[in-house]
């Protein structure tokens, strides 16, 4: 959605000014929860005997939550060039 409204230039700048200790466990967390919500977001048949644990996925709850709040960081200090 950033590539989108801002353009694939500017999300690349975005991404060379976040935390890489930030940014390593946000894509490490979205890595692992990606292929479980792609198999259950496609299918209609028998999800509930596959589902992971909630611990699972809530503890991948904080590297998401910090990944983003990283980018809001980055976006509203506003040192990035768009054009």
Do not use: C
């Not at 940014?23 to 990606?34: C, N, T, V």
């Amino acid at each position: 959605m950033l590539m989108r409204l801002l353009g694939l230039v500017a999300v690349e700048q975005l991404e060379n000014q976040l935390d890489p200790i930030i940014r390593s466990k946000f894509e490490g967390a979205l890595s692992y929860l990606k292929p479980f919500r792609d198999a259950y977001a496609h299918t209609h048949l028998n999800i509930a005997a596959n589902l992971n644990a909630p611990s699972l996925t809530r503890s991948k709850f904080q590297p998401v939550y910090e990944g983003l709040m990283e980018f809001d960081r980055v976006i509203r200090r506003g040192n990035w060039q768009i054009w």
